[in-house]
Structures are given as structure tokens and as C-alpha cells.
């Protein structure tokens, strides 16, 4: 029996909630222990640096923390499934795109950097930390009822948005950002489960969401308000109807 194997599933269990949880503080956690790590030269170096830090930290749990004979790739859910699921799921967003476009206004501002960081990089690094470490290796070590196992990473990935947003300071706007977002991270990982508990579903909405949003500047008021928060759920639902028939298909087509 290896050290690996003596981990209780309950200390595995607390670990991966910890990690979930801390992931994307590490410099800040640094700070507070009297050593700071400093951010990266480059634009965005600061937020960069800790979204590096937070796949590494998903990595090093998931080297110690996933079942005998689970690969470290499958265990984050980093294994490919094909395209044809991320291209439904793309499909699906479309209505976002549209919708944006008519509530909002092109955001000339948005560089290429821009949208590389905010709508690829940033995301990529939360799906691996949120829905890879928080969902599907908790998936392969505690197989439970899957809605049960996505609760958890979602709330931490509303509470992390909702202290991005102010936490209690931020009154009834930063609460609800959290909640949409806790939603959304909820979504994402039933898309994951659906495609075979692999990130890139949950990704694919996750970027092309980001993107959309950055593309397109809206008011505060507008941005929370019932269309735009409309827009948001109907969009993710659609991805998961979508996702659903393509999946059954295939099965179906299989037999």
C-alpha cells in the first residue's frame, strides 16, 4: 500500500473542498504567512499568477489525491471526448451572442490581450479548478449521486465572485452575482457530467459566455437586470438541452 492509498476518503474529501477553496489565493495566503509573491511583470501579471497557482494547486491534489488506476489527466476531467459535444454546446450559446448584441453596445476597448485573458485563460484555469478538482475527481472519489457532488464547487465558485464583488460590503449586487454564478457553476458541471465527466463542454459555454460579454458593454442596470439575467439562465439551460439530445443520440446511435 502506497501513502497514496492510506488517505481516508474523508480527508480527501476535506482536501479537495480546501483546495476548491484556496485555489485562487495562494499569494494571498502567502502574504498573510510574511511571504509575498510578486506578481508577474506583464499585464495581467497579479491575476495571471494566481489562476498558474490554482491549476497548479488542482494538479498537485489530483497527483495525490485520485484512485489507482485513474490517470492524472482523466482524474481532472482533461481527458478529450471528441468536438461534436463542445460544437453543440457552442451552438447553444448563440443565443447570448444575439441577445448581447441588441442590449449592448461593441466594446471598442477590448484588445486581443483582453479577451485572451478574460475569456480564455481565466476560465480555463477555473474549470480546471472548480469543475476538475471540485467535481470530477470528487466524482471518481466519492461516486455519489452526481447534483449532490456539484453542489459544493458551486457554492465556492458563487462565494468567490461574491467576495470579487465586495462580499457583505457589496450589499444586493455582490449576492446576486454570486448566486448567478454559483448557478452557472452548477451548469457547467452537469454539461461536464453529461459529456463523460470532461471539462471541455462546460468550458466551451464558460468561454464563449466570457467572450460575449466582453465583446459587448453593458449598463450596470442593464447587466442585472431580468433580461440580461434571463439571457444568462435561458443560454445555459439551452446548452444543456442540447448537450442532452446530442448525448442520447449517440448512445441511441451505438446500440
Known amino acids: 500500500m502506497t501513502a497514496r492509498d492510506s488517505i481516508s476518503t474523508g480527508v480527501r474529501l476535506l482536501l479537495v473542498l480546501l483546495g476548491v477553496g484556496l485555489g485562487l489565493n495562494v499569494r494571498d495566503i502567502s502574504s498573510t504567512l510574511a511571504a509575498p509573491i510578486p506578481a ?15 491549476v497548479l494547486v488542482a494538479l498537485l491534489l489530483a497527483t495525490l489525491l485520485r484512485p489507482r488506476g485513474v490517470g492524472l489527466l482523466a482524474s481532472l476531467g482533461l481527458r478529450g471526448n471528441g468536438m461534436r ?39 480555463l484555469a477555473e474549470e480546471v479548478l472548480f469543475r476538475g478538482l471540485g467535481f470530477v475527481l470528487l466524482v471518481k472519489i466519492v461516486r455519489g449521486p452526481w447534483p449532490l457532488l456539484a453542489l459544493p464547487q458551486a457554492l465556492l465558485f458563487g462565494m468567490v465572485h461574491w467576495l470579487g464583488f465586495g462580499g457583505f460590503d457589496g450589499g444586493g449586487m455582490a449576492l446576486f452575482v454570486g448566486v448567478v454564478i454559483a448557478f452557472g457553476g452548477f451548469i457547467f458541471a452537469w454539461l461536464d457530467h453529461l459529456d463523460g ?16 460579454w466582453n465583446v459587448f458593454s453593458l449598463d450596470d442596470a442593464v447587466a442585472l437586470g431580468w433580461q440580461a439575467t434571463s439571457l444568462r439562465i435561458g443560454t445555459t439551460l439551452l446548452a444543456v438541452a442540447a448537450l442532452a439530445w446530442y448525448v442520447r443520440t449517440r448512445r441511441n446511435r451505438a446500440l
Open 40 to 54: 508577474l511583470p506583464i499585464p495581467y501579471g497579479g491575476s495571471l499568477l494566481d489562476n498558474a497557482l490554482a
Open 197 to 212: 465527466n470532461t471539462l471541455w463542454c462546460g468550458l466551451a459555454l464558460h468561454v464563449s459566455m466570457n467572450l460575449a
Open 85 to 123: 459535444g463542445p460544437l453543440w454546446v457552442l451552438l447553444a450559446s448563440l443565443p447570448c451572442w444575439l441577445g448581447l448584441a441588441l442590449l449592448g453596445t461593441p466594446n471598442t476597448a477590448l484588445t486581443t490581450l483582453d479577451a485572451t485573458m478574460l475569456a480564455v485563460l481565466f476560465p
